[in-house]
């Protein structure tokens, strides 16, 4: 069926999107998606932001 297998990275960039079911595809794509649903469109990083006690801008 596939003639071509897809690189590591190509995987890894369809399991990202996947898990976190946002688009794939091109920067305008992305956009456009954006502007119709108006929600963010791509990926995010895994793990929350740290909180502002964790970066010492309050004292415990």
């Known amino acids: 069926m ?11 960039a ?10 794939l595809g091109r920067d305008n794509f992305r956009a456009m998606v954006e502007a ?6 791509g990926i995010r990083p895994a793990h929350r932001p740290p909180c502002k006690w964790c970066q010492g801008q309050f004292r415990c």
Do not use: G, H, P, V
Request: hydrophobic share 35%; proline share 0%.
């Open 2 to 12: 596939l003639r071509e297998t897809l690189s590591d990275d190509d995987i890894a």
């Open 14 to 23: 369809i399991r990202n999107y996947l898990q976190q079911q946002r688009a």
């Open 36 to 41: 119709k649903t108006q929600r963010f469109a």
